[in-house]
Every structure is written in C-alpha cells, then in structure tokens.
C-alpha cells in the first residue's frame, strides 16, 4: 500500500509540472526581461558593482516589500553579516536564533565572533517560538545597569535575537517583536526565503530594525548569487552602503578608506537579472499559491498533511512541506520519490547537531527535533505552464 502511495504522489507531480522527466526542488525561470537587461549591462560597459542596475533593484526592492531602504550585496550570507556587525553584534556575544535553519545563519554570527543561543521553533510556522524564547530569557538573563540583556551564566551580552521564516511562512513576529523590546534585545529578521510573505500585512523584514533577503538560484526569484539588507534607520543604511563597498570614501579620484571594509556590493550583472526578476515577481507568487493549493487538497484527499501558512499570515510558499509520521517515514518517502525522479529533500541538519556547534548554549529542542524527524520538501518551482 506504502509503495503504490509514492507512485499516486510522484504521478500527481508530474501531472502538475506535465513532465515525466526528472522535477527538481527548485528551479529558476527566466521568461521575462532577463536577457534584454543583461545586454544592456554589457553594452554600458558598468558590468560590476557600480551601475544602473543595482539601484532599480534596490528600489524595486524597498517599494515592493515597504522598507525605507534596501541595500544589495553578494549574497544572503553577506547580507546577514553586515547587517548583524551594525546592529551590535560582536565579540563574546551571543544572538538567539533557531536550530532549524540553514547553516548561513550561524556562520554569520561566527563572522562577528559571537555565538549563538538555540532556542525551539514553532511546530505551525517552523519560525523561532516566543515561548521557548521567554522561557530562556525570564530563566537565564537579566537587564544590567548599562540597559542592555545579559545572559548570567555565561556573562555574555545578548546582541541580537534572529528569527528565521523557514521556507516562507512568516514567524510570530508580534509575540517575538514584543519580547526583544521588552529585554533590550535587536530584532533581526532573517527572510532569506521570504520575499513575497507578509504578517499581518507587513512585509516579513520590516518589523525588526534590520533583516536580509536572499536571491540565491533556488530562492523564488534569483540573481544568481545576492542578499538585501533592509531597514529603515538611514544611518544604519548609509552604514550598510558604505561598508560593503569597501568602507571607501567618495573622492574623483583618491582611495581612501576610513574603516575595515566588506567587498560585498552585489554586481550590476546580476542586478540586471533582478530586476527583470521582479517584474515577474506577482505571477510567480500567483502560480506558487496555485501549486500549494494543489498539494494541500492532494493531501487531505490522500491522508497526509501538507503544510499551510498560519493565520493571520500569508505565505510565498517558497517550498511546500510534507510532515510524515515518523523520521523512518520520512527516509521512506525520500528513498522511494528521488529514486522516481521526484526531488524531494528533509530539512536541514538541526545546528545544534552539527559538531562546529557544540560550544553553543542549547535549550529544549523538542519541536526543532521533532519536526526534521518528519519534514519533506517537495517540488515546488515556478510552473510557467499553468
């Protein structure tokens, strides 16, 4: 019965994507004014990070998600750093942030030397759970004479607090924006695979004081490689600007630097893909709400749960989500649809269980647990044929 459920679920798939060839995770789609702005790229000669393209696309960025200011840069990673070294994060210490994310995440509070603090996610949004978060700071922090929220055991300022919206669906950002204002604490939003997810009908990354986008290949509209910083606070974007361009003072003609500096600026090649990318960015989110509507009502038809964004949220389902019954399940459903040429993927190894981690501060981890022991990913790119 188990084996002729992979085969109704690997024919569903092919019939939404009408191919029995290989599906990937995610691909990218360029059916738009990708090759017209790159031509214009080469033929202006600025092909790096200095042209016209790079500021429509942090325009188009800032008007289509409501932050006052975007900043474009190499990649999400890159992004991510910058925008943690200038809301405080440094040396000894620590950001608060989930298990289950990808590893860009931790490395770039590695970057600043800090470390960070795992505390559990949240079993309908994937997202960091205020709950866990409260737990960990009525029980291990207090707020000292200098107003800032230090971790007591380890004697450690808590720098900033990093949410991730796990493949799309927006985290509680309301219950988590409350709690960091009430500790002290920076609220940076990692939306790397957000861009087209609002809570409440903001934006994802314009509730903190900072957060990041990624437009890497896989991610719902891509550069090749890219990240944005978004924030609101000029000074704090003037800072972003400056620093990954090298920190080089504007002079005609001399080279003068005024501070270490971050060659991070994304170039105008790839700027040109994204803002081609987003003229296409509403019939994308259109076509994948289309797709996760598919899935949902395939699971519920065939006893198995798909993932659905919460409410009062809405979600670019940048992947869909299968939730199994158990961790041999899941290697059940991974084996069986990526030998029928379904990619399908779990999620990633929880940071904590990673070795490069070990020196963390790690709380109850049962929901981060228990979810990679049932998540599938599944097939969700862009279906141009729909």
Known sequence: MASLMYKVFVKFVQDIYGTNEPIPLHAPIFEGNEKKYLLETIDSTFVSSVGGFVNRFEESVAEYTGAKFAIATVNGTSALHIALKIIGVEADTEVITQSLTFVASCNAIRYCQATPVFVDVDRNTLGLSHESLQEFLMTNTEIRDDGNCWNKKTNRRIAACLPMHTYGFPAD?????????????????????????????????????????????????????????????????????????????????????????????????????????????PVYLKQKRTIAE??????????????????????????????????????????????????????W????????????VITDLCQTEWLFDRLINVPSSVNIKQ
């Open 173 to 281: 950002l309301d219950q988590l924006n409350q709690l960091c204002k009430h500790y002290n604490i920076p609220l940076v939003e990692d939306a790397a695979e957000s861009l087209g997810s609002f809570y409440k009908g903001q934006h994802t990354g314009t509730i903190g004081k900072m957060a990041i986008l990624s437009f890497n290949g896989n991610k719902i509209i891509t550069t090749g490689g890219g990240g944005m910083i978004l924030t609101d606070d000029i000074e704090m974007a003037k800072l972003a600007k400056h620093i990954t361009t090298t920190a080089k003072v504007a002079h005609q003609w001399d080279f003068v630097h005024d501070e270490i500096g971050y060659n991070y600026r994304l170039p105008n090649l790839n700027a040109a893909l994204g803002v081609a990318q987003m003229e296409s960015l």
């Open 294 to 347: 598919q899935y949902q009502q395939w699971g519920e038809d065939h006893g198995l749960q798909f993932l659905k964004e919460p409410e009062n949220t809405h979600s670019n389902y940048w992947l869909n989500i299968l939730l199994t019954n158990s961790r041999e399940e899941r290697d059940q459903w991974l084996s069986k649809t990526n030998e029928m040429g379904i990619m399908t993927r779990p999620a």
């Open 349 to 360: 190894t929880p940071m904590h269980q990673l070795p490069i981690n070990q020196d963390c």
